[in-house]
């Protein structure tokens, strides 16, 4: 009677795995966040844990009071663990002219993009980004980076 009571337990405790495997639950949540502030910004990848071939939902969250080159405000980029760009985002546009954004006192300004993992190896991952907070005018230094720097990991 013990051993058939041991057999069922053991039984359900297999099944239990199998399809915790089988819901992809264990490795990875899809609810882990990155999150960096920086003063008033503050930058967001979702989720942090990826499979490769998903995609990951960057933000930029900035705080007024605030300005920026609307044209081109923010672009992202993933560098792997050898430092090597292996993604960025793609702001290709051409404006015919450049206009400040004004983000106000008290308001707040969200610049979204996504980042396909698509054919990327597995491994870890550093996001990089640079805010234009004004309009670029010749001569200017535009900033490389400026942005804090996110985590995200990305398995097979």
């Given amino acids: 009677m013990r051993r058939e009571a ?3 337990l053991l039984l359900g405790l297999i099944l239990a795995a199998g399809l915790l495997l089988a819901l992809n639950v264990t490795r990875y949540p899809q609810s882990s966040i ?15 844990n990826v ?3 998903e995609t990951v939902h960057l933000k930029l969250i900035v705080n007024g009071p605030s300005t920026y080159d609307n044209c081109s405000p923010a672009t992202f ?3 792997d663990v050898r430092g090597r760009k292996a993604w960025v985002s793609g702001h290709f546009w051409v404006c015919a002219t450049h206009q400040l954004g004004v983000i106000a006192s008290g308001e707040q300004q969200t610049f979204a993009t996504d980042w396909p993992t698509t054919g990327m190896a597995s491994g870890a991952y550093t996001v990089h980004g640079v805010f234009l907070q004004s309009l670029a005018k010749p001569g200017d230094f535009l ?11 990305l398995s097979r």
């Fill in 77 to 79: 980029w993933a560098t």
């Fill in 34 to 48: 990155a999150e960096k502030s920086s003063g008033d910004i503050t930058v967001r990848a979702e989720p942090a």
């Fill in 143 to 153: 900033p490389s980076e400026n942005l804090p720097v996110l985590s995200v990991t």
């Fill in 51 to 53: 499979r490769a071939g």
């Fill in 6 to 8: 041991l057999f069922v």
